[in-house]
């Protein structure tokens, strides 16, 4: 089993930044490529970004392409989402989620994540 425990949400102001952490216990964390979701209020959870096993490659939305950034750090076991230039759009729930398997560029749909967190709440003002 492996758990997922999201932490860094919070307020800030439109063009403010947030960095999001996520950190991951239980099997290899390693073997996993990690991703982050959001889900806005009255909206369908969507996919944010994703970090292959190494953190030498990664794919990302458009909607945040250029504003956000995820990275890992195997050593320590947390994944992180840096996010830039925030938005009032950029306002929702953060998830974090674990793919196992080794295909994982362009995997957007949530039914392709094995584990989730419980998710970390990000309010944007204008």
């Known amino acids: 089993q492996v758990q997922l425990v999201e932490s860094g949400g919070g307020l800030v102001q439109a063009g403010g930044s947030l960095r999001l952490s996520c950190a991951v216990s239980?099997?290899?964390?390693?073997?996993?490529?990690m991703g982050w979701f959001r889900q806005a209020p009255g909206k369908e959870r969507e996919f944010v970004a994703i970090?292959?096993?190494?953190?030498?490659?990664?794919y990302y939305a458009d909607s945040v392409k250029g504003r956000f950034t995820i990275s890992r750090d195997n050593a320590k076991n947390t994944v992180a989402l840096q996010m830039n230039s925030l938005k009032p759009e950029d306002a929702a729930v953060y998830y974090c989620?674990?793919?196992?398997?080794?295909?994982?560029?362009?995997?957007?749909?949530?039914?392709?994540?094995?584990?989730w967190g419980q998710g970390t709440q990000v309010t944007v003002s204008s």
């Open positions: 970090i292959n096993w190494s953190g030498g490659s990664t």
């Open positions: 989620a674990a793919k196992a398997g080794g295909a994982w560029y362009a995997r957007t749909r949530l039914e392709e994540y094995d584990y």
């Open positions: 239980g099997r290899t964390f390693s073997r996993y490529a």
